[in-house]
C-alpha cells in the first residue's frame, strides 16, 4: 500500500458536472480528490480487506442472532422494548440484506481493524462504484496506469446479482432519501440503476411524501402501495418516527432489513469482542457502563478488560452507540482527550469504548478503508481520507488500483 | 481475475427524472417525425403509419400543442429554457385566437405510438426543442435526443400533458426552478436512427 503522486485528469471537473455528480467539490472544498491515489498489491487487497471483510460480516451475522435472542442485550444497543418483536422477527424471518459498508483501519501491514460498520445507510456508494471506476478506465487510456492495473471494484455487478437472487424479474421496488441530499440522493440512484439492470423497476419518491393508506399499507408520493422500499434513513430514526408501529403491519419489505438496527450500532462492536475475543480484524471494545470504573483505575474491571488494560491506557475511542460521520466520537490517551468532534445530537446515547487503532498518515492524510459488502461478500473498496485522525464528512475521497 | 465491474452506471440523472423513468410499463412502438411530410414520406415506402395515421396524429398533436405547450410570460424566460429562436407568441400558435403577451415554443416535430389513445391518453405528442439542443415533449417529463427515428417506449410517454391555456403562464422564477432536464443525456429516451 502506497500513496502515489498522479495527474488528474484535465477534465474531471467538466466530467462531474457532466455525469450528475454535483457534490464533487463540497463546501468549498475538493471531495473527490484524484491528484493522488493509493496503490495495493493483490495480496494486500485479496487477503487483508477481502476475506476478513466477508468473515467479519459473516461473524456479524452470528452476533444478531445471539443479539436478537437477548432482550436484555437488545435494550443495552437501544432498541426500545416496543421494537423487539420487529428487529428479532426479521431476523427470524430471514429478511435478506443489500448491502453495507466496514471501515477499516489498514497501513499495509498487519491485519485490518475494524473501526464501525455502517451495515444500514452507508453512502459514498456512487463515486465508489461508478467515478472511480471511471478514473481507472480512463487513466489507463490516458496512459497515467498501465494497462494491467486493476481496482477492487466489482459494486455494480454484485449489486445487481444480488437484486437478482432477491427479486423475481419485474418486480417493482421503490427507493427513497430525505429530500435535499445530492449525496445520500447520489447512493440511492446508484441501487435504482442496479435494480433497473436486475430486470426490477426502481421507483424514486422522497421519504417526507410517504402516505399511510386506510388499510395500513405504506404508499408512494403517486399513492401506490409499497412492496419493498429501500430507505437510505437510519433505522433508529425510523423506529422514532410516528409510523414506527405500522412498519411491522404494513406488509412492506424493508431494505436494509430491521436487524440491521443492531449492526449499525456500535453496540455490536463490544458483542463481537465477547464472541470472538482476540480475532486479528477486531479491535477490544466494551460498553462503556461495564468498565466505567475500570477505565478510571478504580478496579480492574472484568478479566476480559483487565488483559486489555495496557491497550486501554495507551489509548481509547469513546462513540455513542448511533452516530454518523464521525459525529461525538472521542480519543482518549493516558485520560486525556487528544480529539473529540461535535456532539451533534449523538450525545444522549448510550456509549461503547473501543482500543485505539491510530489511522496510517499518508503526507498528512488519515485514510480509512471503506469495504463494501453486497449481500454477505465484500465486493470493493473506497477510501477517504481526512487531515484529523477521526473521519469526517468534510473528508476526501480517494480513488485507488491494483498494481503488484 | 479480474477484481473491478465491465460496467458501471456513471450518470446521476436527479430524482425527477429517476422517479419517471422507473416505471415497468408496456412498451409501445414510437416514431418521431420532424414534420407532417416527413411521416407521409416514410408511410410510402412502408413505414408504421399510413398517410390517414400521419394526418389525425399531426392534428392531434397540433391541437394539444395549443392546449399544453409550456406557456411563458415573455420570450425571454422561453428562449432560455427552448433556445434561442424557437419561441412566439400565444397569439401566432393559435392563428389570432390567443395573447401577444404570452410565449410559446414552436413546435419542433411529433411523435406518434402505435397504440389506441385511451383514456388520459394522446397517442400523438407535440416535441419541443430544449436550450441544450435535445427534445422534450409539452410536461417537459423527457428528453429526447432527437426529432426523428425509432424507438420502444413507455406507455406513460403517451399521457396527455396538463392544459396549459388559460392559466397563469409562468414566472421567471418558476420556469428556473426546473432543474435537471438534459442530465438524462439521451441515454434514457434516444431515438436509433
Request: charged fraction near 25%.
Amino acid at each position: 500500500m502506497e500513496k502515489i503522486t498522479l495527474p488528474e485528469r484535465p477534465d474531471w471537473r467538466e466530467k462531474a458536472k457532466e455525469v450528475g455528480f454535483t457534490f464533487a467539490d463540497m463546501h468549498g472544498e475538493p471531495y473527490w480528490d484524484e491528484s493522488s491515489a493509493y496503490r495495493f498489491s493483490l495480496r494486500e487487497i485479496e487477503e487483508d480487506i477481502e476475506d476478513p471483510s466477508s468473515e467479519l460480516h459473516a461473524m456479524c451475522r452470528e452476533a444478531v442472532d445471539t443479539i436478537t435472542k437477548d432482550e436484555a442485550l437488545m435494550t443495552k444497543l437501544g432498541i426500545a422494548p416496543l421494537h423487539h418483536d420487529l428487529v428479532a422477527n426479521s431476523w427470524a424471518d430471514g429478511a435478506p440484506e443489500l448491502y453495507g459498508r466496514f471501515d477499516l483501519a489498514y497501513d499495509g501491514t498487519g491485519p485490518a481493524k475494524l473501526l464501525e460498520y455502517n451495515a444500514d445507510t452507508p453512502t459514498s456508494l456512487y463515486e465508489t462504484s461508478a467515478f472511480q471506476w471511471d478514473w481507472l478506465e480512463e487513466q489507463i487510456a490516458n496512459g497515467v496506469l498501465q494497462d494491467g492495473d486493476d481496482q477492487f471494484n466489482g459494486l455494480h455487478e454484485a449489486l445487481i446479482a444480488r437484486f437478482q437472487e432477491l427479486f423475481e424479474k419485474g418486480t417493482d421496488l421503490h427507493f427513497t432519501a430525505m429530500a435535499d441530499s445530492p449525496e445520500d440522493y447520489a447512493t440511492v440512484e446508484s441501487l435504482g440503476w442496479a435494480a433497473r439492470a436486475a430486470g426490477l423497476g426502481a421507483h424514486y419518491f422522497e421519504l417526507q411524501k410517504l402516505a399511510l393508506s386506510t388499510d395500513g399499507q405504506f404508499l408512494d408520493d403517486k399513492d401506490q402501495v409499497i412492496g419493498t422500499l429501500f430507505k437510505l434513513y437510519p433505522w433508529e430514526d425510523l423506529l422514532n418516527d410516528e409510523y414506527a408501529t405500522h412498519i411491522a403491519t404494513s406488509g412492506c419489505h424493508m431494505l436494509e432489513p430491521a436487524w440491521k438496527a443492531v449492526v449499525s450500532n456500535k453496540g455490536i462492536l463490544p458483542v463481537l469482542w465477547q464472541m470472538f475475543e482476540g480475532h486479528p480484524n477486531l479491535l477490544p471494545a466494551f460498553f462503556e457502563a461495564d468498565v466505567a470504573r475500570a477505565l478510571d483505575g478504580q478496579e480492574a474491571g472484568p478479566e476480559r478488560f483487565s488483559s486489555v488494560a495496557e491497550q486501554f491506557q495507551a489509548g481509547y475511542v469513546r462513540k455513542p452507540i448511533f452516530s454518523r460521520e464521525g459525529a461525538a466520537v472521542e480519543i482518549i490517551r493516558a485520560g486525556t482527550t487528544i480529539e473529540a468532534t461535535a456532539q451533534s445530537g449523538y450525545g444522549e446515547f448510550p456509549r461503547i469504548v473501543q482500543a485505539y487503532a491510530p489511522l496510517p498518515e499518508f503526507d498528512g492524510f488519515h485514510p480509512v478503508i471503506g469495504s463494501w459488502i453486497v449481500g454477505e461478500t465484500c465486493a470493493g473498496i473506497g477510501i477517504r481520507e481526512d487531515r484529523a485522525r477521526i473521519t469526517q464528512d468534510l473528508s476526501r475521497f480517494k480513488p485507488h488500483f491494483i498494481r503488484d | 481475475m479480474r477484481k473491478r465491474s465491465r460496467t458501471v452506471a456513471l450518470a446521476i440523472v436527479g430524482a425527477a427524472s429517476f422517479a419517471l423513468a422507473g416505471c415497468q410499463e408496456e412498451e409501445v412502438d414510437a416514431q418521431a417525425f420532424p414534420d407532417r411530410e416527413s411521416c407521409h414520406q416514410a408511410a410510402q415506402s412502408g413505414g408504421m403509419f399510413s398517410d390517414a395515421e400521419c394526418d389525425k396524429a399531426f392534428a392531434e398533436a397540433e391541437a394539444l400543442h395549443v392546449e399544453s405547450a409550456p406557456r411563458y410570460d415573455s420570450r425571454a424566460v422561453c428562449e432560455e429554457q427552448h433556445g434561442e429562436g424557437a419561441c412566439g407568441t400565444e397569439a401566432q400558435a393559435t392563428n389570432g385566437g390567443g395573447s401577444g403577451s404570452i410565449f410559446m415554443p414552436l413546435l419542433a416535430g411529433y411523435l406518434i405510438g402505435n397504440m389506441l389513445g385511451g383514456r388520459g391518453m394522446s397517442a400523438a405528442q407535440p416535441l419541443y426543442r430544449s436550450s441544450d439542443g435535445k427534445f422534450t415533449n409539452a410536461a417537459r417529463t423527457s428528453t429526447y435526443s432527437s426529432n426523428s427515428g425509432r424507438a420502444k417506449m413507455g406507455r406513460s410517454m403517451f399521457t396527455k400533458p396538463a392544459a396549459t391555456a388559460g392559466k397563469a403562464p409562468m414566472t421567471r422564477a418558476t420556469a428556473t426552478s426546473r432543474g435537471g432536464f438534459g442530465t438524462s443525456a439521451g441515454s434514457r429516451s434516444g431515438f436509433g436512427g
